[in-house]
């Protein structure tokens, strides 16, 4: 069964330090999403692409953070420099479908960021 | 921010037991779904309901959505220990989804 694959799956950083997460979607989603999600809490977005193009990405602190998705497979989310704040759980997700419509998404493990 | 909300934040339940679980939201939406998330893992969707429709089953799930009173519900029925996890409802809008903060919920065997 295809999967949502990102890496690392634990990382642990000190405070000023540049971070950088991977996702690769399951094959054929056109669409790409960036999630964190704080321990108690529901996942938030941070950004959403389709294809190589960023849909939506109101919602993420572009002063220290930047996310690209080059060929539209595979994409990275970087965070620079990190705050301890920025410590949560970094969740990808993917979907079959375009914008407009939202459907399912398919959730990799996510990467579970300390900021020490 | 998030828009939605779910009620009650924990339930305890004993194997066998119903669980219902209650979210609201606050904006127009296109369908509203409901995932499920084990400890520290990755969220699995379990449902989708469109905003025309009222009821929908999958399996043990029954999901309702009354869109005049922006709210939903999801029942397990005869709930086992593996269903012990975080549920969250997500509001689907344009073309993204808004979460709620979940529900945690415990079957004790």
């Known amino acids: 069964e295809a999967e949502v694959a990102q890496s690392p799956r634990y990382k642990i950083t000190e405070k000023s330090q540049a971070v950088a997460f991977w996702c690769d979607p399951i094959s054929g989603h056109a669409t790409l999403y960036w999630y964190r999600q704080i321990l108690g809490q529901g996942p938030e977005l941070l950004v959403q692409f389709q294809d190589e193009s960023v849909v939506d990405d109101s919602q993420l602190p572009k002063d220290r953070f930047s996310a690209e998705r080059l060929k539209g497979v595979d994409s990275t989310l970087k965070i620079q420099p990190a705050e301890l704040g920025d410590s949560a759980m970094y969740l990808c997700a993917s979907s079959l479908l375009r914008v407009p419509t939202s459907g399912e998404q398919f959730f990799g493990p996510g990467t579970r960021l300390t900021v020490l | 921010s998030q828009q939605g909300e779910e009620d009650p934040q924990a339930l305890s339940i004993q194997e066998g037991e119903n669980a219902t679980m209650n979210c609201s939201y606050k904006?127009?939406?296109?369908?509203l779904q409901w995932y499920r998330q084990n400890s520290g893992r990755g969220l699995v969707h379990l449902i989708l309901?469109?905003?025309?429709?009222r009821e929908k089953h999958s399996g043990r799930l029954r999901v309702t959505l009354d869109t005049s009173k922006k709210s939903s519900s999801l029942l397990i029925t005869a709930s086992r220990a593996a269903d012990t996890a975080s549920y969250f409802c997500?509001?689907?809008?344009?073309?993204?989804?808004?979460f709620g903060k979940g529900t945690m919920l415990l079957v004790s065997p």
């Open positions: 309901i469109r905003s025309n429709e």
């Open positions: 904006t127009s939406i296109n369908n």
């Open positions: 997500a509001a689907s809008g344009y073309s993204t989804l808004t």
